[in-house]
């Protein structure tokens, strides 16, 4: 067994979760919103998808790689569809303390949102498997590909833990003003990756 796929699965977590995207504007916008364990809890629960996928490339689970592949319009399609109402959802919450009581769901609903939303993406599992294969790291057996595994769930966690201390740490120097502004703005960015992802999923069904 080589201790230094841990290391590697590590280092690939942190560089895949590092990349800006839907994924990371929402985390950055719950965390200013409601504080870092509310954005940590979604962070958590991209990690564990970060995870999940990295094990799949990792085992070398070919007939689930194709699978969710093969699927990826539909998966699109519901991805799309969950990120349009997550863009709602921030485009009209309202900051300060009624949000605290009333917009903010429980940390099991933050944590659950973002793993659904994650797994919806095949591209994830297609990144993992083609930087796993161009670095040599697929097909070296059991333990191997476990140390990956939790490698890649730790490195994605780090870089949550990172993000979402340095959002909270600037938090209290955002106004409920700019707040709103936050929220409008992350809620049209959100809204436009919903629909084009909404969009190109259903060419591609339509197309098939």
């Known amino acids: 067994m080589d201790p230094t796929f841990l290391l590697r699965g ?24 409601h504080g870092r364990v509310y954005g940590l809890a979604s962070g958590v629960g991209v ?12 085992f070398g689970l070919t007939a689930i790689t194709s699978v969710l592949v093969g699927g990826r319009a539909v998966l699109g399609l519901a991805g799309g569809a969950l990120l349009v109402v997550l863009a709602v959802r921030t485009t009209t919450s309202v900051p300060g303390p009624v ?3 009333t917009d903010r769901p429980g940390l099991m ?37 476990g140390l990956l595994t939790v490698g890649v769930f730790l490195g994605s966690l780090a870089w949550w833990v990172v ?16 707040l709103t ?3 409008r703005i ?23």
Request: glycine letters at 14%.
């Open 10 to 33: 590590v280092g690939l977590g942190f560089a895949i979760a590092a990349a800006v995207g839907p994924i990371s504007l929402l985390t950055i916008r719950r965390t200013l919103a």
């Open 47 to 58: 990690a564990l998808a970060d995870g999940t996928y990295g094990g799949i490339a990792a």
């Open 99 to 101: 949000a605290d009581t």
């Open 109 to 145: 609903a933050a944590f659950g949102s973002i793993f659904g939303l994650t797994m919806t993406n095949p591209m994830t599992i297609l990144s993992f498997a083609g930087i796993f294969a161009a670095a040599g790291l697929a097909g070296h057996g059991g333990a191997e590909a």
């Open 163 to 178: 993000l979402t201390t340095v959002v909270a740490g600037l938090r209290s120097r955002v106004t409920l003003g700019a």
């Open 181 to 183: 502004w936050i929220n």
């Open 186 to 208: 992350s809620g049209l960015v959100l809204l436009v990756f919903g629909l084009v992802a909404v969009a190109t999923s259903l060419a591609s069904l339509v197309a098939a």
